[in-house]
């Protein structure tokens, strides 16, 4: 019986457009996707004997943790391909919960992986996407984990190439955003909306000015009314001569990233004090 051990990687949004409301409740999204080095720790391994998939999580904070993403995208994978085979899946937890790092998603992306590779199924690309839409938006980009452009409801994946080497501060302030809270108030809001190619062009060109001038959230104004620590932590990154720094996802965590490691790290020791903070750097 062979274990697997497998990363499951944060990612923050440069850009997150949303650009609709579609009439099966989620949202048209347009978004600019990064993945980073921050990741929890997935263990695979198959049960013997057992009546159903047994997923644990070591955060007890977050309580009965039986009927979540890594659940979900196991039992649609059975439904697809038949197998009888039960499944432990163990998930050490180091990315923060309700932070709008993609925390559930990663997990559900990393399970698909592994399920795949366990059972030598040789799924194609878009057969593990069409798996992982029907768990979540931002499922699709963690099948891969390499920086893209992702719409739709997340399924439509085109890659970028980066120039710059970026370091990662993530702030989080103690409260977490509820994904659900937080689009149903942008429902009632004028979002704004950011030019996704000037965010990419400057990506792929190095050039952080532009950047900086681009990047959009158009969730970000309704998880500031709901948590507003948010635009505390946002107004304190600038202060401290970081330039490019929004929220990611739906909150309540907030990026700033640079090319200048230095400044990344001392910023941290400024913050870590009042704030759960996280360094690390963006997978190219």
Do not use: W
């Not at 057992?50 to 039986?66: C, E, M, N, Q, R």
């Not at 698909?112 to 199924?121: E, F, G, Q, R, T």
């Not at 069409?130 to 085109?158: L, N």
């Not at 955003?177 to 060109?205: H, P, Q, R, Y």
């Amino acid at each position: 019986m062979k274990n697997l051990v497998i990363k499951s990687y944060a990612k923050i949004n440069l850009c997150l457009n949303v650009v609709g409301k579609r009439e099966d409740g989620y949202h048209n999204l347009d978004m600019v996707m990064l993945p980073l080095e921050l990741h929890d720790s997935v263990l695979f391994t198959e049960l013997k004997s057992a009546p159903d998939h047994y997923v644990t999580i070591d955060d007890f904070s977050l309580g009965l943790f039986k009927y979540n993403t890594a659940t979900t995208a196991i039992n649609l994978l059975q439904e697809k391909y038949g197998f009888t085979n039960r499944f432990r899946v163990s998930i050490h937890k180091v990315i923060p919960m309700q932070a709008g790092l993609g925390g559930g998603s990663s997990n559900a992306a990393t399970v698909i992986n592994a399920v795949d590779k366990y059972l030598n199924l040789n799924m194609s690309e878009q057969e593990k996407i069409d798996i992982a839409v029907q768990v979540g938006a931002d499922v699709p980009f963690f099948i891969s984990s390499k920086p893209a452009r992702c719409r739709g409801v997340g399924e439509k994946i085109d890659f970028i190439n980066l120039k710059n080497d970026y370091y990662v501060l993530i702030v989080k302030p103690v409260v977490g955003c509820s994904t659900e809270k937080v689009f149903k108030l942008s429902d009632t809001m004028d979002l704004k909306i950011g030019n996704v190619e000037d965010v990419i062009k400057a990506l792929e060109e190095g050039d952080d000015v532009k950047l900086a001038q681009s990047i959009c959230n158009s969730l970000e104004p309704a998880a500031i009314s709901l948590v507003p620590e948010i635009q505390v932590i946002i107004d304190k990154l600038k202060m401290h001569g970081l330039n490019i720094v929004q929220m990611s996802g739906s909150g309540s965590a907030v990026f700033a990233i640079s090319t200048d490691k230095k400044l990344i790290k001392n910023v941290a020791k400024e913050l870590e004090k009042e704030y759960l903070v996280e360094l690390t750097k963006v997978l190219k």
